[in-house]
């Protein structure tokens, strides 16, 4: 078992770039989230042959802009904020966090900071089984102590459910609006509240008048959007029930 570490979180400095791209660092407690959000990644996220991660860049509608990811897992994980109702920024490796823990000097890269609805929420990614080691518990234990310290949630993000992981991966191809019919998707946005307990291939039924295709690319872009549940442990089908937000 981890020993709770020792941690002067009076000494802790935050290190972030700025919009402009220039570095800043500064003590944690004056951090200002807002200016976080704006900021780019702190460090410079590299591409070359050979290499043992998968970076990549992917397109958020949350940030109507390209967000980096290092691995796989990020991009899910990414993927799976991006796909939260109540996430309404992403930014990724946001910061530098460096704090005295046990008497040593000792400097973190976090992952992704969120600004959701109820407040910044500062994300590292690890495998599962990397997180079962004790150094990465010491390290999740003492990130987590400072970033409660500012007020802030900080977790620490595993492998997410295939089912879900799969059916945010799919929904995702819907994600951009303006590749949808504006027309169609307007026309199932005003009687939404009436999908409810209906299958997607009933929905898509109910618009003959309209092209299948289109009806379909309105209706998952709405599931997206949240507009539309179902149940996301469970792989979407055409006889999947649809429910309106609770």
Known sequence: MVREPEVD?????????????????GDATLAQPLELYEGRPVRIFRWYVGQRHY??????STERDLVPHESRLEKAILMIADFDPDVHRIVAQPFLLEVSVNGTRVRHTLDYLLG?????????????????????QFL???????????GW???VSTEPEPAVLDNVRFLSGYRREWLINHAVVTELRAQRNQFAGN?????????PHRCE????SALLHLLWRREL?????????????LASPS
């Open 9 to 25: 979180v009076g000494s802790a400095v935050l290190t972030h770039r700025t919009a402009a791209g220039d570095l800043r660092a």
């Open 55 to 60: 970076s990549g860049e992917y397109w958020s």
């Open 116 to 136: 959701t609805n109820a407040g910044p929420v500062v994300v590292d990614v690890m495998r599962a089984e990397r997180y079962a080691q004790d150094k990465y």
């Open 140 to 150: 999740a234990a003492w990130t987590r102590r400072v970033m409660h310290s500012l």
């Open 153 to 155: 949630t900080y977790v």
């Open 199 to 207: 299958t997607l291939r009933e929905v898509e039924a109910a618009f």
């Open 213 to 216: 295709a289109l009806v379909r």
């Open 229 to 241: 549940t179902f149940d996301i442990t469970r792989p979407l089908q055409p006889s999947t029930r």
